[in-house]
């Protein structure tokens, strides 16, 4: 076991990682959705596997592709939610999904036929995914999760880490050209529990991922 553990640092650990955005239905052919591409995610389930861990891959809809990944699809934020917490015992657990905040309340059942000069969605607030985590994390889990802010960056992002009981928190920076969700690169600085803070440099999404999975590998109990 031992040489395996050298260099795979991640052997015989569950790990969750969810991607991509949520789809909240309006009527039977319309939905809330955002611009997330699940690619940040994807990249992150083949950083862990290369580590050694058993990934479970929680994904929204998405165009990435997953060779060899156990992977859940979803839709809604429901979907997600229960999804997640069929696999809350994990041992590391990565939320990287964009899951919407807010879903229609009552979606119909057929489709909305263009009537008045004004239509008026009802929207109700998601469970929050991560929070619910957090609140009954095991003991000995590394939760993760992320943040995009368009203003007081750091102090939301703080913020989320403490609330929401995490591990470590990555920012996404929106102000770099680099950063963004259709973007093959990212520019994030990461958080952990003491607040200690370590930026990096805009790099391709691959290498973001790799920065992710080795804050997390410093996190593991060496046994
Ligand atoms: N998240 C979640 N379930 C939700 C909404 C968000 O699990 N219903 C998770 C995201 O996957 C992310 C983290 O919470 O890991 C922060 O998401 P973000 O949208 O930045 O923050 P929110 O807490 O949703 O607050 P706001 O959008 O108001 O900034
Ligand atoms: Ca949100």
Known sequence: DNHLRAAQPLYNLNAVVTAGPTYE???PVRFIGNHSSGKMGFEIAKTLKKLGANVTLITGPTAEKS???NRIDVVSAQQMLKACLAHAQADIFI???AVA???PADPA???IK???AELVLHLKKTTDIL???GKNKPKNQILVGFALETYNEENFALEKLEKKNLD?????STQDPEAGFKKDTNKITIFNKLKEKTVYEAKSKSDVAVDICNQICKLIPSK
């Open 114 to 116: 263009k009537n008045d």
């Open 131 to 133: 929070a619910t985590l």
């Open 109 to 111: 059942k057929e489709k």
């Open 168 to 172: 470590l928190i990555v920012l996404n």
């Open 95 to 97: 939320m990287s999904a």
């Open 67 to 69: 060779n060899s990944i």
């Open 101 to 103: 905040d807010y879903t």
């Open 25 to 27: 239905a309006i009527d």
